[in-house]
């Protein structure tokens, strides 16, 4: 390559627009052109057409020769970034832009996940633990209506009653306050609304139950023994 | 003009199409069209010239400086690019075809010596 292509290859790199720009009507003048000729030597112009293709050859091939013949394509998409003023650098994925750009809200909710978690566990076992005393406390009173002729699964019922009508108002007061507490976890929610429904359903459906097995068990045990045992006990 | 693809058509060698354009712009500004139908006529259609392969020889061409192209008007109406030989193309003809007599000559030489040296 002489030295004359090389300076007129990299003068094309900073002329616009490039000296091929036009390649492309330049083509289809000459093949029409061709194709004109055809016709005037008799030839049905579809047939024309189509001869003057088949005479021109690849045409994509021939665009794409001539403009390399114009510069280095690697160079030249070089230039053509710092034309436009875009330094690359800090290559990224657009995947990790984006949960980098979530990443505290993130953190923020697996946070909040995680104690919602251990905050309704240690309220299943809170109440569980307070039903269980509060049942084991009635023990003397339950031997004393046991030892009266009372059954027991009527006692059972007696203090189980009790344990889901404590578990059953601290529900409904629990529900009530809902509005105003979901305000401060509201901005966090995403696809879901403050008023779940299965969020709000199955919470005091947990603790219900865990406020009946509570009640049943120590109940259960209570009465299963003999009254003058229990009596003695204490 | 029959158009048939005979097969005693001669492909160009490396460097000859260069060669070939420079000469037929000696007779006066064309286009590319101009320029393929002028090598066929001028060889007598045994050089087979693909009409594509002219592009990127006159972009390597007007590199050189030996040529330029310039927008123009064919007699039938039509826009296309004209090209022009230059002061140094003229040069690089004369060169050229200096170049490739020697060349033809030597080829010939080779392929049937009594004949070469009759001629000399």
């Known amino acids: 390559m002489s030295w004359r292509r090389t300076l007129s290859k990299v003068a094309a790199l900073f002329r616009r627009p490039t000296p091929v720009e036009d390649l492309a009507e330049e083509i289809r003048a000459h093949l029409e052109m061709e194709q004109q000729e055809n016709v005037e030597s008799d030839m049905p112009p579809k047939d024309a057409h ?23 394509l690697w160079l030249e998409n070089i230039m053509q970034d710092l034309r436009y003023g875009v330094p690359i ?82 529900c409904a007061i629990g529900l009530l306050l809902v509005p105003q507490s979901t305000r401060v976890v509201r901005g966090m929610l995403y696809q879901t609304s403050a008023y779940n429904v299965v969020t709000l359903g199955s919470v005091p459906i947990l603790l219900f139950v865990a406020a009946l097995l509570a009640t049943y068990l120590p109940a259960r045990r209570a009465t299963s023994v003999d009254p003058m045992v229990a009596l003695r006990h204490q | 003009m029959p158009k048939q693809q005979s097969d005693d058509r001669i492909e160009l060698v490396y460097g000859a199409l260069d060669v070939l354009i420079l000469r037929t712009l000696l ?24 009409h594509g392969s002219l592009y990127p020889a006159l972009q390597r061409l007007q590199q ?17 690019k004209y ?30 010596p009594a004949k070469s040296e009759q001629w000399q």
């Not at chain 2, 006066?28 to 050089?47: C, F, N, Q, Y």
């Not at chain 2, 050189?64 to 039509?78: A, L, P, R, Y």
């Not at chain 2, 230059?86 to 030489?109: C, D, K, N, P, Y």
């Open chain 2, 64 to 80: 050189e400086g030996w040529i330029t192209g310039q927008w123009g008007v064919s007699k039938n109406n039509q826009r296309a």
């Open chain 2, 83 to 112: 090209y022009r030989l230059t002061a140094a193309g003229r040069r690089q003809l004369v060169a050229e075809t200096s170049r490739w007599e020697r060349f033809v000559r030597a080829i010939a030489g080779v392929l049937n």
């Open chain 1, 89 to 170: 650098y800090d290559f990224t994925t657009f995947e990790s832009l984006i949960s980098e750009s979530v990443a505290q809200r993130r953190f923020t909710t697996v946070l909040m996940l995680s104690f919602a978690f251990v905050a309704t566990a240690l309220a299943l076992i809170g109440l569980f633990g307070v039903m269980t005393h509060l049942v084991a406390q009635r023990q003397r009173e339950m031997a004393i209506r046991m030892a009266l002729g009372s059954t027991g699964s009527a006692l059972c019922w007696l203090v189980m009653r009790r344990g889901a009508v404590l578990t059953i108002a601290g």
């Open chain 2, 27 to 50: 007779w006066g500004p064309t286009h590319g069209h101009g320029i393929a139908k002028s090598i066929e006529r001028m060889s007598e259609d045994t050089l087979r010239v693909e």
């Open chain 1, 50 to 72: 189509y001869a003057a293709l088949r005479r021109f050859g690849n045409v994509t091939l021939a665009e794409e020769r001539s403009r390399e013949m114009w510069g280095w």
